[in-house]
């Protein structure tokens, strides 16, 4: 408004009233220009906007972008790529060459010339026999070959690689569980952080509070400036805690944005999940059995053993004759022109004789491999069962926790007002005071850990049994 009269200033007596309008809308347009520019730069100044982020939607941003899962679907690709060069076995194998020579050896000359059916009543003349001019070959040869029989070690083979892809799969699954807990763990890190400023910022207050206190009765002459200085020192320590606790607030997003596999300079803010209706888990036995059937890397090594054992038969198969059928078809002309043709067919039996024992030592390493894998699926199934465990009663340890904490979060508030009210009465020292403010900070401190370390430890619990779920509470 302040600029349309402005601008009207300039046009005195009627001459201003047709113009009115125009200038009016220069104003208006000038005034909107200027409300955007000075919207920009304070938004620039605030830096950047921060996003909310709930934990589901960390999940499902990790499950999309962690390189960890990209390797593993990269890993399942490779394994099915497998079946089918395993699979190919079974099929006919055609192939196409083509090759030049020019020679001028008696056999081979004569040979060629046969295959080029130019044989004449001449090349059986001695001289030419014992020293042919040079000759020039092209020849074309497509062949073709067919295995018959080979004791079922192709078969063995495509069953070994769909083993092998559904190998991968699991291994994917755990990959995808273990991403999973990543993003809990760090999610709580994060939440854990910045609860935990939140208690130093409580404890600043109250010790400013109590700083107050201390003036009032210094000014008073109930108390000594001694009381005042470790007061201020105490503030003062509060102050670099609080620092400290930014920091630990900046690299715990860092991780969790390393987890969710995105940039780590992305600003987020994670929503705080709720924390009613925590209860303890189900009996141990159940989640044992839980994590005995479910675990995929446990099925995975499973699938190792079904591998090895084939792979023993399959070593044993190769003492067994294998049949193939062959087949060429084959022009050969010394210009180029194809004039000559012939095919041959054929059915060739091969069989091992004697192989310096190295088909012999393959069974034995085949059988000592099945072995190994037997042995490392026991100690498996042994580290799991101790690994469900611990987790399991981490789970029951923080829940205990939590009753404990909170217990004591309101036990110290009571003696914090408590020793404040003496301190007022001149009946305990600053010492007293100090001490009852950092009881009710670490008391707070413990709480918060306590709720987080009880989801933090059903989570972990979770990837034991291996049903860790996206839509984790």
């Known amino acids: 408004m302040v600029i349309v009269m402005s601008f009207a200033s300039l046009c005195p007596g009627n001459t201003l009233r047709p113009r009115f309008p125009a200038l009016a809308s220069i104003g208006l347009f000038i005034l909107l220009v200027y409300v955007v520019f000075v919207h920009q730069g304070a938004a620039a100044e605030k830096g950047p906007s921060r996003s909310s982020l709930t934990l589901e939607e960390a999940i499902r941003t990790a499950l999309d972008k962690n390189p960890r899962i990209s390797a593993s679907r990269f890993q399942m690709d490779a394994s099915a790529a497998k079946i089918t060069q395993a699979r190919s076995g079974l099929y006919p194998r055609i192939d196409f060459s083509e090759s030049f020579m020019r020679t001028n050896n ?41 295995p018959i029989y080979d004791a079922g070690q192709i078969r063995i083979g495509v069953d070994q690689a769909r083993l092998g892809h559904e190998s991968a799969s699991l291994s994917a699954d755990r990959v995808r569980q273990e991403v999973i807990t990543s993003v809990i763990a760090a999610y709580i890190g994060v939440l854990l952080a910045q609860d935990q400023m939140e208690v130093i910022r409580q404890s600043i207050e109250s010790a400013k509070a109590n700083r107050n206190i201390i003036q009032a009765r210094v000014k008073t002459g109930l108390a000594v400036k001694s009381d005042l200085l470790r007061a201020e020192v105490r503030i003062s320590e509060l102050e670099q805690e609080r620092l400290n606790a930014r920091s630990l607030v900046e690299v715990s997003m860092a991780s969790l944005n390393a987890a969710m596999g995105i940039s780590l300079d992305e600003v987020l803010h994670p929503v705080p999940f709720e924390q009613k209706g925590l209860k303890p888990p189900d009996e141990l036995e159940k989640w044992v059995q839980e994590a005995l059937r479910n675990r995929p890397d446990l099925g995975e090594m499973r699938l190792r053993e079904i591998t090895a054992e ?5 070593a044993k198969m190769a003492h067994l004759p294998g049949l193939f059928f062959t087949s060429n078809y084959e022009i050969d002309s010394e210009e180029y022109d194809r004039t000559a043709n012939n095919y041959t067919l054929g059915v060739v039996l091969r069989a091992n004789l004697f192989s310096g024992l190295g088909l012999q030592a393959k069974v034995r390493e085949a059988v000592a491999t099945l072995h190994q894998v037997k042995a490392a699926l026991k100690q498996m199934e042994l580290s799991i069962g101790v690994e469900t465990r611990r987790a399991y009663f981490q789970a029951m340890s923080s829940f205990e926790r939590i009753q404990v904490a909170e217990a004591a979060v309101s036990q110290a508030e009571e003696g914090l007002r408590i020793v404040r009210n003496r301190y007022e009465s001149g009946l305990f020292t600053i010492v007293n005071l100090l001490d009852a403010e950092l009881a009710l900070q670490q008391a707070r401190t413990l709480h918060l850990r306590s709720l987080y370390d009880h989801k933090l430890a059903l989570a972990q619990l979770n990837l034991a049994a291996g049903k860790t779920e996206e839509g984790f509470r």
């Open 310 to 314: 084939q792979e023993v038969k399959k």
């Open 106 to 146: 008696p056999a081979l000359a004569f040979s060629t010339r046969l295959n080029q059916e130019q044989i004449t009543m001449q090349d059986f003349d001695p001289a030419r026999l014992n020293d042919p001019s040079s000759i020039n070959n092209f020849s074309s040869v497509l062949s073709l070959s067919v």
